[in-house]
Structure formats: structure tokens, C-alpha cells
């Protein structure tokens, strides 16, 4: 895959994740505002090259092209965007340089809009999505782009996708719109359909999934059989439209209206349009031969149901055609008239009575039949309406309150502790979309088709609002993903909990841990001046015994000064009031003086100390001393777990971009150490307050468990990530990756 189509491709998803998200949330939500700054980044990358963007899928095969490159229906989310494109009638979207993050959001959010009321009534198609807006443009693709763009993607089948070959091919290619007409010859696919419908039938699925449209299909295959084929059904079979029948009910044996929402009203529509075909050709002969046409007229309606609703639309239909009226009118009067005969047909005794009996057999098979059935659905029925009590029950009982959602992001149940929390009525939301139904709909952590970077389930905090603080309310909502036996998702799941109490508390203990951080500073200052007096000798000589207590005095305020300054940051990193004060450096130059201040560390545990620097400046835009902070703290760590005459080895490697974390120039800076390493089941815990790894620390390790919290955090407010790499007993590796320019601010609190 070339560079620039697995570019095409990311630009791609990253519109799909975005539809996605406002398909549930707001735009302001944190998971919509972590996907929509993605896709403005890559927007931004390909307009700063290119004047536009084209999204273009009036094409077959339901795939689609985004400029010149093909999107095929690997690339995640074509299907669906085809889909919406095709919903809303459109051919072709230009996003031009220029656009706005106002104006793309707008488009989405039209784009992911249901086209159904409550009612199910029609909404009105969004003005955006009819007129475009100053930087979006709507526009139809001209025949010549039709052309090229099919030339395209008829150059890109998916592996496997041959050339079509034989009869079923040349149909396929013809209802797909490959081919411009169909050469096979009339009486084979006359006796194809006499012998084996259902591979035709096979055919018309095919195809009506390939263009997304069965009704179209199946009215052109129709069209072409009216022409060609419905001749040959008149001169053949004595009961024309008991084989039509027998045609058009494969398709219902195959299951078609499952597959297509409009399948039985197209197939209802397409047999009463042979009828008629066939109806003409009979018509035909009726000025040479009467009697013969009309009695071929008589065979095509002999259905009761059929003389009454399709014998009166005859006159019109054959007039349409080109028939004289006051003739079609005479053949319409003679049809009637035949149908409406009752002939007696002569049956010997003994072929009545043999007759008889099959009838009354068949009656009571068809008695016994219904009775067997009617007692399994009973059975079913009432097994299924036992185990929705119990489940009701269940639910109506559980302390959690539980929503779930389905893949179109409609409610389909709210147990009624969800109720009382969500301040909503399941019998209002029911059937309602999830963000047309709450309230606070911008805080429910309830998502669709979450994709495989998030995982499969999430755990978020929301807080609901309230008139004043007494009321407010704080729930932690867990949502995961519901999939079929096919691994289909068909919806979600949300479990939500009252947390107000849990988070009050957490209020309490911190603000009383920032009171008494801020209550200990001064009389560590005392001391720590105290003890400066002393061993200057000011207040006079002292002796060797003394100089040693007051050398571990002051190494142990360092490590209580060291402690406190923890606390107050993460005080402030919880309060929300953690500012970064950014400027323009060379990154290198906070490793070398990281590599100086500890030193004497080094030294005393005979420890080698590599560092891997490129050879030019590597300037940023960030906070210096709080990268100074983070590094500190990753290179002591590193110190600290490492035995005597270890190593410990930092890199520093310049990114055009970072996968899944940022899509700019970044740098990526790895802390490596040899030494005890760190349990898997501990990489996330490790990052939280107060946590350290599971494994028995060395002697003089121990430390609050907040260098590491703090650190993460420093790094996602400058809009960059941290991880670890271990094996125990194979030492470990701590990677961050920052932008190169600044994109922080404070710390946003969920």
C-alpha cells in the first residue's frame, strides 16, 4: 500500500469515528472533542497540499473515492458513509481549504441526523446537506467523473473478484451497471428460470448488494424479462402466471425481505408488471386471432385476486403503450367476460370421490399442522413472556441504573433506578434517541461502536446539573459494547452509579490535604534555615558527630520538602488550577541537566548512564521546568529500582507524527533501566495516586506513589502520553511522546 493511500485511508476513519461520535454525543463532549481534533489535524495536513477534499459515492459496489483514491469496503466506516451519501442523495462533498471547525462539525452532525421523526414521519433534509456552506460544497458527478471514477475502482476489485463468467456473470454485470445490455439468449434464461429460480435469484441478491439498491434491480432485471422473455412464457407454459408466482416466491425462500427493508413491496410490484407485459402480448394478437388472445389473457389473470386488481388498469396500461383505445376497450370487455365464466368441468364418480378424500386429508394434515404450531408458539410465547418477567424483575430490583441502548443509539430500556438518577421517564425515552431523550445528554457516557483503540468497554465520571450544590449529583456511568454471535455490535449497555458521597468525601480529604501542605511549608522553612544557621557555623563550631546529624537532618527535610511539593501539585492537578507556563527550548539540553543534577547518584551506585541524543536541536514549545519535573522523576525511578552497576539509558528520537496519539511533529523520549522490572498487571495501577508496583521494592526505595500520577498528567496537559514496557527481571522502559508545539492548557476535569 502506497503512502499516500494509507494516508487517504486514516483521513477516512478518522470522518467515521467522527460521525460516530456525533451520532451520540455533542460535539463539546470529551470523547467527540478527542476524535474531531484528529480529524481537523489531517484535514489540515491534506488542504495545506491540496485545495480540496472530494468525498464522491454516486458509484456502484457501494464503495467509494476520496479524491482520486479508491475506498473499498475494508476501509473502515465506507459502508456506512455510502449509506448516509446515498440516503441523502448524495453524489459528491468538496471540503475546501479553508473550512472551518464549525462548518465540518455542522456537516457531520447533518450527516449522522435521523431522517425519521418519532412519528415516522419524513424529516426535512438539512440546508447543509442541500446547499453546502461557505467552504462545503454539494455537487453531482458530471458523466466524464462517472467514467473515470468507475474506470478506478473496476482497476481495484478486491483480491478474489473476478471477471464475472457465464450466465449468472453476464446477469450480475448487467444489473450492476458493468455492462450496458445483456446478450444471453432469452430461451436460456427462460429455461434457467424453469429449472433452477432460485440461482437467478441468487443473482438479483448479489447485485441489489452491490449497488444498495434492490428495487432498481429487480424493476431493470423485470424491464428486461418484459421484453424478451414474457413471449416465450405465453407460447410455453399453459399457466403464465402460476410460473411468475413460483418465480417471485424463490425470492421470498431466500429470505430477501430480511435483507432489504422495501423487498416485498418491489416483488409484489414487479410480478403485477410481468402480468401486465405478458397481458400486452396477448393483446397483440387480439386483431388477427380474438378469440386466442383473450382466452391467453384469461390463462395470464385466472387468479380471482388478479382479475380484480390488475384487468382494470389494462386499458390505460395498453393505451401508454401505443394501442388504439376504443380496441383495448373491446379486449379489456371480451377478458372480463371470459373470467367472469364459471365452466364446468366434467370429473367421472370416481375421480370426485379420490379428490374428496385428498381434500379431507389435506384438511386435517393442514388442522393437525396448525395445532402443532399454534401449541410451540404458545410454549415459545410463554417461556418468552416468563423470562421477560424474571429479567423485569430483576432489573426493576437492581440499585445500578442500567440503560441500553441499540446500535441506531435508540433506547430499548432504562431500568428505574436510571430513572430516578437521569431524571427521566422510560416509558417517554423508549424507542427515543439517546440524545434527543436526557437531559444531560452531553454527560452520559453511553457510546456506539466504540472502535478497537478504545477497546470495548469504558468507564467515565459525569456530573449531572442542578439548580444549587446541594443537589448536584455525580454518577460513574461503565459502558460496554453488546455483539451478536457474529461479533456484530447491536448495541450498548450502560451501567450507572450514584458517586456523589464517594466524590464528596474525595472533595474533603483533598482540600484538607492542601490545607495541610501549605499549613507545613512554614515551619519546614524554619527548620530547613535553622538547620542552614547551625552548619554554617554562625551560632558556633560544632564537631564532626554534629555535622553528620545535621547532614541526615537536612537529607531527610529534602525528602519531606520533596513530599510536600508532590502533594500541593497534585492538589492542583485535582482542583483543576495546575497552569503550564510554556516557551521554546532545546529538549536536549533538559537531558543533560537532568543527567548533571544526579549525578552523584550515579556515582554512589557505580551505575552507567547512556544518553542517545541526535546531533541537531530539537526545539519545543512546553513548560521547561515541568519537563524537567517529568524527567527527573522517570530518570530517578529508573535510579532507584536499578542494582549497583546497572544501567540506565535515555533516547531521544524527533517524530513526524505518533500513531494513535498525535498527528504532528513530536518528540519521543525512553527511559530505560536494568532493573527489576514491573508486573503487566501493574502498567495502568502504577500510574495512579499513591500506587507503586506490586514487587518487594529494594531497600531505601520507598516513596508517596505520586511521582509517577504527576508526571502523567504534566504529559497529557502538554497533549502528549506515557507508557511502560517490562519484564520482571528484565529492567523497564518508560516512554512519553510530546508535540513539538504547545497544546496544553490546564488540566481539563471530567
Not at 94 to 100: A, Y
Amino acid at each position: 500500500m502506497s503512502e499516500k493511500s494509507a494516508l487517504y485511508r486514516e483521513v477516512f476513519k478518522s470522518f467515521f469515528l467522527a460521525f460516530k461520535r456525533l451520532s451520540l454525543y455533542v460535539s463539546q463532549h470529551s470523547l467527540s472533542r478527542e476524535t474531531l481534533h484528529s480529524l481537523f489535524s489531517i484535514f489540515d495536513t491534506i488542504l495545506k497540499e491540496k485545495t480540496e477534499i472530494i468525498f464522491a459515492a454516486g458509484l456502484p459496489g457501494g464503495r467509494m473515492l476520496l479524491n482520486e483514491e479508491p475506498m473499498d469496503a475494508d476501509v473502515t466506516g465506507v459502508r456506512e458513509i455510502y449509506d448516509r451519501f446515498v440516503n441523502f442523495g448524495l453524489e459528491a462533498v468538496v471540503f475546501l481549504r479553508g473550512v472551518e471547525p464549525g462548518e465540518l462539525i455542522d456537516f457531520i452532525k447533518a450527516l449522522a441526523s435521523s431522517r425519521d421523526t418519532d412519528t415516522g414521519e419524513g424529516r426535512s433534509t438539512p440546508a447543509i446537506l442541500l446547499s453546502g456552506s461557505r467552504h462545503i460544497q454539494v455537487r453531482r458527478l458530471s458523466p466524464e467523473r462517472l467514467r473515470e471514477a468507475g474506470a478506478v475502482l473496476s482497476d481495484v476489485r478486491p483480491e478474489g473478484q473476478a471477471e464475472s463468467e457465464g450466465m449468472a456473470g453476464h446477469i450480475q454485470d448487467f444489473l450492476s451497471g458493468r455492462r450496458g445490455d445483456l446478450s444471453q439468449p432469452p430461451e436460456g434464461i427462460f429455461e434457467k428460470l424453469e429449472r433452477d429460480p432460485g440461482s437467478i435469484v441468487d443473482v438479483i441478491i448479489r447485485s441489489a448488494k452491490e449497488t444498495g439498491n434492490f428495487e432498481a434491480v429487480i424493476k431493470k432485471f423485470i424491464a428486461w424479462m418484459a421484453e424478451h422473455i414474457a413471449p416465450i412464457i405465453l407460447k410455453r407454459k399453459p399457466d403464465p402466471s402460476g410460473f411468475m408466482e413460483r418465480v417471485f416466491d424463490s425470492f421470498r425462500k431466500k429470505n430477501t425481505v430480511f435483507i432489504f427493508l422495501t423487498a416485498e413491496d418491489a416483488i409484489r410490484s414487479c410480478t403485477d408488471d410481468i402480468k401486465m407485459a405478458m397481458a400486452f402480448y396477448a393483446f397483440s394478437s387480439f386483431e388477427n386471432a380474438p378469440g386466442e388472445s383473450v382466452s391467453l389473457g384469461a390463462r395470464i389473470f385466472n387468479e380471482e385476486r388478479d382479475g380484480e386488481r390488475l384487468v382494470p388498469r389494462l386499458q390505460d396500461y395498453f393505451v401508454g403503450r401505443g394501442a388504439a383505445r376504443d380496441k383495448a376497450a373491446l379486449f379489456v370487455e371480451k377478458l372480463k367476460a371470459e373470467l367472469a365464466q364459471d365452466k364446468e368441468v366434467a370429473v367421472s364418480k370416481k375421480r370426485l370421490d379420490r379428490l374428496m378424500r385428498i381434500a379431507e386429508r389435506f384438511d386435517e394434515e393442514l388442522e393437525k399442522e396448525v395445532r402443532r404450531e399454534t401449541e410451540d408458539l404458545t410454549s415459545l410465547n410463554k417461556r418468552l413472556a416468563d423470562e421477560k418477567e424474571r429479567t423485569d424483575a430483576i432489573m426493576r430490583h437492581v440499585a445500578e441504573g442500567v440503560v441500553v441502548v441499540d446500535r441506531e443509539g435508540r433506547i430499548v430500556m432504562m431500568n428505574p433506578a436510571a430513572e430516578k438518577l437521569l431524571d427521566s421517564r422510560a416509558k417517554e425515552s423508549l424507542g427515543r434517541y439517546l440524545v434527543e431523550s436526557l437531559k444531560n445528554e452531553h454527560l452520559l457516557a453511553v457510546a456506539k461502536d466504540l472502535d478497537a483503540e478504545m477497546g470495548t468497554q469504558v468507564t467515565k465520571e459525569i456530573e449531572l446539573d442542578s439548580k444549587d450544590e446541594t443537589t448536584k449529583k455525580v454518577l460513574r456511568a461503565s459502558t460496554a459494547v453488546v455483539e451478536n454471535e457474529d461479533g456484530d455490535t447491536v448495541g450498548m449497555v450502560s451501567v450507572l452509579s450514584d458517586i456523589t458521597h464517594e466524590k464528596q468525601i474525595e472533595e474533603i480529604k483533598s482540600q484538607f490535604v492542601s490545607l495541610v501542605t501549605h499549613e507545613l511549608r512554614t515551619p519546614v522553612v524554619a527548620i530547613q534555615k535553622s538547620l542552614e544557621l547551625i552548619d554554617s557555623g554562625v551560632t558556633g563550631a560544632i564537631n564532626d558527630d554534629q555535622k553528620r546529624f545535621l547532614a541526615i537532618s537536612k537529607l531527610n527535610l529534602a525528602r519531606l520538602n520533596s513530599l510536600i511539593n508532590d502533594l500541593l501539585d497534585m492538589s492542583k492537578l485535582e482542583a483543576g488550577k495546575f497552569v503550564l507556563l510554556p516557551s521554546s527550548f532545546d529538549i536536549r539540553g533538559v537531558i543533560q541537566e537532568v543527567k548533571v543534577s544526579l549525578s552523584s547518584w550515579v556515582s554512589d551506585k557505580e551505575i552507567v548512564l547512556k544518553i542517545d541524543l541526535p546531533e541537531a536541536p530539537v526545539t519545543v514549545n512546553a513548560d521547561r521546568d515541568r519537563m524537567v519535573q517529568v524527567m527527573v522523576n522517570l530518570v530517578g525511578n529508573a535510579l532507584k529500582f536499578t542494582p549497583k552497576k546497572g544501567e540506565v539509558h535515555i533516547k531521544l528520537k524527533p517524530l513526524d507524527l505518533k500513531e494513535k496519539i498525535c498527528q504532528e511533529p513530536c518528540v519521543e523520549i525512553a527511559v530505560h533501566d536494568s532493573g527489576i522490572g514491573i508486573d503487566p498487571k501493574d502498567f495502568k495501577r502504577i500510574f495512579n495516586k499513591f500506587e507503586q508496583v506490586s514487587l518487594v521494592s529494594p531497600v531505601g526505595t520507598g516513596g508517596t506513589g505520586l511521582g509517577l500520577s504527576i508526571a502523567k498528567e504534566i504529559i497529557n496537559l502538554h497533549g502528549g502520553d506515557i507508557w511502560v514496557e517490562s519484564q520482571i527481571g528484565h529492567g523497564s522502559t518508560f516512554t512519553f511522546v510530546v508535540p513539538r508545539a504547545f497544546r496544553g492548557g490546564k488540566i481539563d476535569v471530567q
